[in-house]
């Protein structure tokens, strides 16, 4: 594979990217206008300067990389201000308030959709998709995330940039080993795989952390403050569970589902490593590349570094190496339901001077040429999101079970479940993670999520219970909304 020549993707040679799509097969060949459209409106902003808010750190290495290249297409320039995920949000929010017109780019997450719609932030897009873009290329977009990143109120705000969603990896050695399937069936009375419901799951995690802890464990996953909140959405769905009261507007996250849920999550923490309560990204990456747990649930890039892709990029030298490739399988979570954690689509900010020099940055970096080769950056850490980037011939043979990687992602988004999406967004989430993180401390779960229903009920009466009815009961109309 080409892309596995070391220099390749590291650094910002991602033309040579491009240029291999171009010839090979012409495989987007009826889809180029959109990208040349936006650099041809480019070309009339020659010497503007629009700003972008992004996430920092790894994430923004992304825009560092292929950036250059829409400048020296346009002559426009492109400035990068780097913040970290909770802080994009508040920035922005901020900024707008202040009437600056720091940011021409808004990022968008979907917690984030109702308070940046609603708040006025951002320019409604579909004047512009009518005027530029092809429409096959909206089309290309896997529609859960063409309704849940990029849509709002019926209107669409942003394009989508990343599909963000977990999955389950697993040992496949482990689990497929004979001795290994012969004891666990003698001991639990059914067939040792790949976990379908969290009790399997449960019985799994606990047969490894029995026999092999503490050179390995049952399963590891993220468990810091912050984004906690993450782990509980999709499992709360699968036992029952839903955000409101559509009629009351109670919330539902104390009812028996919500608290079964964090009990699971609770027991689950009992047969993973020791001090998980505090575990990020980072532990829960630095244990499974060294083989040091059986499954974890995280976010899609750790599918790919696990393979050892593009982890000899300079971006990516801080990755511990890989001592799992070829073993790995995918999974959507337990139940089916996977949580759709965040995601990432980018707009136009209404306090922007440069409206359509910015819309047409966002419109060539969404494209599908470029946005391929940003899912397939391996220090980009965006996901796929276009129905092309799933069925690519390049990223299916990226690595030897790509294929199946993708596909996974696929599915897993489209049963996936969104975080909540309306007005308050953020604050309901942030009291639901403070709930997460006060039962793995030891708070009982009934009085930590009663507190979080306290906080939501305060967030609902202060944005007005009606207008918050309205708007939970349009998102529901979303897919992967829906708890049904």
């Known amino acids: 594979m080409i892309l596995r020549k070391k220099g390749l993707i590291g650094g910002v040679s991602c033309t040579f990217l491009l240029a291999f799509l171009l010839v090979s097969g012409g495989v987007f060949a009826q889809q180029l206008s959109s990208m040349r459209r936006a650099i041809e409106e480019g070309k009339k902003y020659a010497g503007t300067t629009i700003v972008v808010p992004w996430e920092t750190g790894l994430q923004a290495q992304a825009p560092y990389a292929m950036i250059p290249t829409w400048e020296k297409a346009t002559g426009m320039k492109v400035e990068v201000v780097e913040l970290d995920y909770l802080a994009l949000h508040d920035k922005q929010i901020a900024e707008y308030l202040a009437g600056t017109g720091a940011y021409d780019v808004v990022t968008l997450s979907h917690p984030w959709m109702g308070d940046f719609v609603v708040g006025g932030l951002v320019e409604p ?93 049952g399963a590891a996953m993220q468990r810091l403050p912050g984004q906690a909140y993450s782990w509980f959405v999709g499992p709360l769905v699968v036992n029952g569970g839903e955000f409101f009261d559509l009629e009351t507007m109670e919330p539902g996250i104390n009812k028996a589902a919500g608290i079964k849920t964090l009990q699971q999550m609770v027991e689950q923490n009992k047969v993973m490593p020791p001090g998980v309560e505090t575990w990020g990204f980072m532990e829960v990456l630095s244990a499974w590349l060294a083989g040091k747990t059986a499954m974890i649930i995280t976010w899609p890039p750790i599918g790919r570094w696990s393979e050892g892709y593009g982890t000899y990029t300079k971006q990516l030298a801080w990755v511990p190496k890989t001592e799992i490739a070829g073993k790995v399988g995918y ?33 060539w970096w969404t494209s599908p040429e470029i946005s391929l080769q940003v899912t397939m950056l391996p220090f980009a850490l965006r996901d796929p999101w276009r129905l092309s980037h799933f069925e690519s011939p390049l990223y299916r043979n990226a690595w030897g079970n790509a294929d199946e990687y993708l596909d996974t992602l696929r599915e897993a988004g489209m049963n996936g479940q969104w975080e909540l999406g309306i007005p308050g967004g953020r604050e309901y989430m942030e009291a639901l993670d403070h709930a997460v993180t006060g039962a793995y401390g030891g708070e009982d779960p009934q009085k930590a999520l009663d507190k979080a229903s306290d906080t939501w009920k305060e967030i609902t009466n202060r944005l007005g219970k009606e207008v918050q009815r309205e708007a939970y009961k349009q998102w529901l109309q979303l897919l992967g909304a829906s708890p049904k």
């Open 125 to 217: 897009l579909d004047p512009y998709i009518d005027k530029y873009m092809l429409k096959e290329d909206l089309e290309d977009i896997l529609p859960v995330y063409r309704e849940g990143l990029m849509t709002y109120g019926g209107k669409i705000y942003g394009l989508g940039d990343d599909g963000d969603v977990f999955i389950l990896y697993y040992r496949k050695d482990l689990i497929e080993d004979p001795q290994n399937m012969m004891e666990f069936e003698s001991e639990y009375g059914y067939d040792l795989a790949p976990p379908k419901t969290w009790k399997e799951f449960q019985d799994i995690a606990t047969f490894f952390t029995r026999k092999y802890a503490p050179k390995l464990y």
């Open 331 to 363: 999974m959507p979570m337990p139940g089916g339901r996977s949580t759709l954690a965040a995601g990432f689509s980018l707009g136009v900010s209404s306090q922007s001077r440069n409206k359509e020099a910015t819309y047409s940055f966002i419109q």
